[in-house]
Nanobody, 126 residues
Framework: QVQLVESGGGSVEAGGSLKLSCAAS????????MGWFRQAPGKERELVAGISAGGSRTYYVESVKGRFTISRDNAKNTVYLQMNSLKSEDTAVYYC???????????????????WGKGTQVTVSS
C-alpha cells in the first residue's frame, strides 16, 4: 500500500554528481517529513539529509554539508537528493524514508521513521 521507490543510483567517479529521486504513494505526501539515510558495509545507518513537510526546514549530516541538497516537489509526491563533489566515502546504499512527525526531519534514529524504500546503491570510485 505504502510505497517509496528510489531511483537514480549508480556508479560515478569521485568529484562527479548524482541525483536520487524517491517517488511516494499510499501516503498523504504533503503531511510527511522525508529523509535520506545511507548505510555502508560495516557502518551504522545514518541520516544524510531530512526535509520538513513544507520544505522550509532541512538537515544535513556534517560530512555532506555544502555538497548535497535535499528538496521535494509535493505536487509530484517526490523527494530528491542532489549529490555533488562525490567522494569514495559516500559509497553506500541510500534509503528514502518518510515519517508523520512534524519534527522528524532531523531525527537520526532510523527506527523511529514510519516508512522505507528498498534502497539504491551509490558507488563512488576514486
Amino acid at each position: 500500500q505504502v510505497q517509496l521507490v528510489e531511483s537514480g543510483g549508480g556508479s560515478v567517479e569521485a568529484g562527479g554528481s548524482l541525483k536520487l529521486s524517491c517517488a511516494a504513494s499510499g501516503i498523504t505526501f504533503v503531511y510527511y517529513v522525508m529523509g535520506w539515510f545511507r548505510q555502508a558495509p560495516g557502518k551504522e545507518r545514518e541520516l544524510v539529509a531530512g526535509i520538513s513537510a513544507g520544505g522550509s526546514r532541512t538537515y544535513y549530516v556534517e560530512s555532506v554539508k555544502g555538497r548535497f541538497t535535499i528538496s521535494r516537489d509535493n505536487a509530484k509526491n517526490t523527494v530528491y537528493l542532489q549529490m555533488n563533489s562525490l567522494k569514495s566515502e559516500d559509497t553506500a546504499v541510500y534509503y528514502c524514508a518518510a515519517d508523520g512527525r512534524a519534527n522528524a526531519w532531523g531525527d537520526s534514529r532510523s527506527r523511529e521513521w514510519d516508512h522505507w524504500g528498498k534502497g539504491t546503491q551509490v558507488t563512488v570510485s576514486s
